[in-house]
């Protein structure tokens, strides 16, 4: 089964950036499939915070709506999310996936953010 596999993770200060990245490189129809951004926070379900169309339409969730910034490279199979004023309660593992046809979840990328 096609696992995306995400990156860029790590640990930064209050206020500061990241920028993920998800390759689904197995994915033969990455192109046709709207992708999302999802984190799960410790003791939380996971939850859908950034979505772009196969058209380039984007959605965030009203936490991150302003401060993330979603984007996709259709030739790379690829999907980033910038992620700018990081606050503490952005600390989750974060993954990628298709909504509307999930592929099998990756390992996702840990994000903290903490002084």
């Known amino acids: 089964q096609v696992q995306p596999v995400e990156s860029g993770g790590g640990l930064v200060q209050p206020g500061g950036s990241l920028r993920l990245s998800c390759a689904a490189s197995g994915s033969r129809f990455f192109s046709i499939y709207a992708m999302g951004w999802y984190r799960q926070a410790p003791g939380k379900q996971r939850e859908l915070v950034a979505r772009?169309?196969?058209?380039?339409?984007?959605n965030y969730a009203d936490s991150v709506k302003g401060r993330f910034t979603i984007s996709r490279d259709d030739a790379k199979k690829t999907v980033y999310l910038q992620m700018n004023s990081l606050k503490p309660e952005d600390t989750a593992v974060y993954y990628c996936?298709?909504?509307?046809?999930?592929?099998?979840w990756g390992q996702g990328t840990q994000v903290t953010i903490s002084s």
């Open positions: 996936n298709q909504p509307d046809a999930p592929l099998s």
């Open positions: 772009i169309t196969n058209g380039g339409s984007t």
